[in-house]
């Protein structure tokens, strides 16, 4: 637990840092430009996909019942353009981590590395290829996930229990494998995914439950669709800070892991010599 506080408190002590700042402003841009981008070319095509699939299946009907049971009434003539956002919102949590992962991460691990732990060796255990595959693997998984569970969301609760799982899992298996990938070598990131799996999840459950609230701008019915474009960019830029955070969290906790663990290692050697 103290390990888990003491990086927690220097993860936002980064987060807040000038280098911070000015490494995340290139992506934060571009993940705007990109995910607008995205918006704007397919956001109406879905509203006309799901606008006639509801008018073909009784969707209309089976909704306002949803929504009226839930005291939701007031969502019934906005539920299509709204269901739309929500489904484009994973192209807009994998535009966010695509460019924080590619262009601010690096910097910041090594950064991180050489600032509080100079002399931490660097055994990479895995490259740029392998590293986008576990990324493209887990953002299809993810996605998925994310489109299934979407009908579930009709209940706040059960939504909001189901998002932070899925963010906590997806920051999980990224960026803390990307972390170990840079510094450690093939067995001990396995052993330091294995033995810190427990603080590794509630670390990405925590910043799972703060990527939840970029989901909650869109919540505000029409008064979201009116501000649709202050709202699509105001909700990339904090996917942009909770995976920048998440990154900087998962970097502190999971050097001073490695740089504990190969300290152990060194002792248990030295101690066998001795003998």
């Avoid at 920051?171 to 990131?189: K, S």
Wanted: aromatic fraction near 12%.
């Amino acid at each position: 637990m103290t390990a888990l506080l003491r990086s927690f408190g220097r993860g936002v002590a980064s987060q807040f840092s000038l280098r911070t700042m000015l490494l995340i402003l290139s992506p934060l841009f571009l993940a705007i430009a990109v995910g607008g981008a995205l918006l704007w070319l397919g956001l109406q095509p879905a509203i006309d996909f799901i606008q006639a699939y509801f008018a073909g299946h009784d969707g209309f009907a089976i909704s306002g019942h949803w929504l009226s049971t839930l005291r939701l009434g007031a969502l019934k003539e906005v539920i299509v353009p709204l269901l739309a956002v929500w489904l484009f919102l994973p192209l807009l949590v994998v535009t966010a981590l695509l460019f924080v992962g590619l262009m601010a991460m690096p910097a910041l691990v090594s950064h991180i590395g050489k600032r509080h732990h100079p002399g931490l060796e660097r055994r990479r255990s895995g490259n740029l290829l392998s590293m986008l595959w576990v990324s493209v693997v887990a953002f299809l998984i993810f996605v998925s996930l994310w489109i299934v569970t979407t009908p579930l969301c009709a209940w706040p609760l059960v939504g909001f229990a189901i998002q932070p799982v899925l963010w906590g899992w997806l920051t999980c298996r990224v960026i803390a494998h990307d972390v170990f990938a840079r510094y450690a070598d093939e067995n001990e990131r396995v052993a330091l995914l294995r033995t810190h799996r427990w603080q590794l999840l509630a670390i990405g459950t925590v910043t799972g439950i703060l990527g939840v609230a970029p989901s909650l701008l869109w919540l505000g019915g029409v008064i979201s669709l009116v501000f649709f474009p202050l709202f699509a960019a105001l909700s990339i830029c904090l996917y942009v800070l909770v995976f920048t955070f998440s990154g900087l969290w998962f970097t502190h906790y999971g050097l001073a892991a490695l740089s504990d663990h190969r300290r152990d290692a060194l002792a248990s050697i030295e101690l066998v010599d001795s003998k």
